[in-house]
């Protein structure tokens, strides 16, 4: 019996070993590979870019609309060298949900856990040093301590109930439905690009990375300017879908508190309300193939009068601008077979 238990614990140490090599085998060649593909200009051609029709003359017809400069350091991950603690926390959030989670974290898990930590750290060193064989070389041979039980039973159960709280409540804020007059943006992922489509404004953007080059003469971070952001109205309800067109990907905002998988044949959904205006980057956060790393994501937050004005360069209409529902609705269900058959004809390419 002891035998075949020593025999079961040496064959799962191998197993494990077999599995720790492999591991380090299949991830080592990865950051030569990361750096490789870093320090080269990604080439245009490798992405696709459609251009939906009207967009490429409409900017300057309005001429009202200017892309909004990202404020650095907010919407954006912080470098090691320019604030190492900033760096290694989360970013700045700038939504409810976002602030109420951060203050979770920063208030409720991040002590709770140090302060376990450190409990169970100090229990280890007292018995190492208090225990040992030099110190204590005929050990007690009691096995139960009934009060020592129930505190190590309870106080668990207690620090359980006190995340729990807070955890449960997030849980369902994020699940709250938008409101009817929501402003809808459907976020589709495509490899390995975004398309964004606002079917209230009759509005289709396609959005591609800009080289690193453009980008930094843009002052925007690399790896995380786009060509087309995904532009929004600030505080007020946005009705984020998202769907995909080939694989799963997932609409992913950090400062925003936003994550949403993007899968295709289905439709997710959640609400969204941007408290600042502001550029807010965030990037595909499914592994979703080759170019998963270079399809990033620009959120821009405007006011509603500049919102209306982006609109507009885009071609589109305010809802409500135009009278006639019905037409609305076909022009809808047009939009979304348009769509689709772009996404055929991208998938074919
Ligand atoms: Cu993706």
């Given at each position: 019996m002891g035998q075949a238990l020593d025999r079961m614990k040496y064959g799962f140490l191998a197993l494990m070993a077999a599995l720790l090599a492999i591991g380090i085998a299949v991830s080592a060649p990865q950051p030569a590979f990361a750096q490789a593909t870093v320090g080269a200009d990604v080439p245009d051609e490798a992405a696709p870019r459609e251009v939906p029709a009207g967009e490429t003359d409409a900017v300057d017809a309005a001429g009202a609309y200017e892309p909004m400069a990202p404020t650095d350091g907010k919407g954006m991950p912080?470098?090691?060298?320019?604030?190492?603690?900033?760096?290694?926390?989360?970013?700045?959030?700038?939504?409810?949900?976002?602030?109420y989670a951060l203050g979770m974290h920063d208030y409720i898990l991040l002590p709770v856990i140090t302060i376990i930590s450190l409990f169970v750290l100090a229990l280890l060193l007292f018995v190492i040093v208090r225990f040992r064989r030099g110190a204590n070389p005929d050990p007690s041979q009691t096995t139960h301590n009934t009060l020592i039980e129930v505190i190590w039973t309870i106080v668990p159960?207690?620090?359980?109930?006190?995340?729990?709280?807070?955890?449960?409540?997030?849980?369902?804020?994020?699940?709250?439905?938008?409101p009817e007059e929501a402003v809808t943006i459907k976020a589709v992922g495509y490899q390995w690009y975004w398309g964004y489509e606002y079917p209230d404004h009759d509005v289709e953007v396609i959005s591609n990375m800009l080289s690193d080059s453009d980008a930094i003469a843009n002052g925007e971070p690399a790896k995380l300017a786009v060509d087309n952001r995904m532009v929004v109205p600030v505080g007020v309800p946005l009705r984020i879908q998202t769907t995909a067109a080939d694989v799963i990907h997932s609409f992913a905002v950090p400062s925003l508190w936003f994550k949403q998988d993007a899968v295709p044949g289905r439709l997710n959904e959640r609400m969204l309300i941007i408290e600042e205006p502001g550029v807010y980057y965030g990037q595909c956060s499914e592994l979703c193939g080759a170019r998963h790393g270079f399809m990033p994501i620009a959120v821009e937050a405007l006011p509603m009068a500049q919102f209306e004005a982006w609109v507009a360069s885009q071609g589109g209409t305010m809802p409500g601008a135009e009278p006639a529902e019905a037409e609305a609705t076909d022009e809808a269900g047009a939009d979304e077979g348009a769509a689709e058959d772009e996404a055929e004809e991208a998938a074919a390419a």
């Open positions: 912080t470098a090691f060298e320019e604030d190492a603690l900033k760096s290694m926390h989360f970013q700045d959030q700038y939504t409810q949900d976002g602030a159960v207690v620090i359980l109930v006190i995340i729990a709280v807070p955890s449960i409540t997030l849980l369902a804020r994020q699940y709250e439905t938008p």
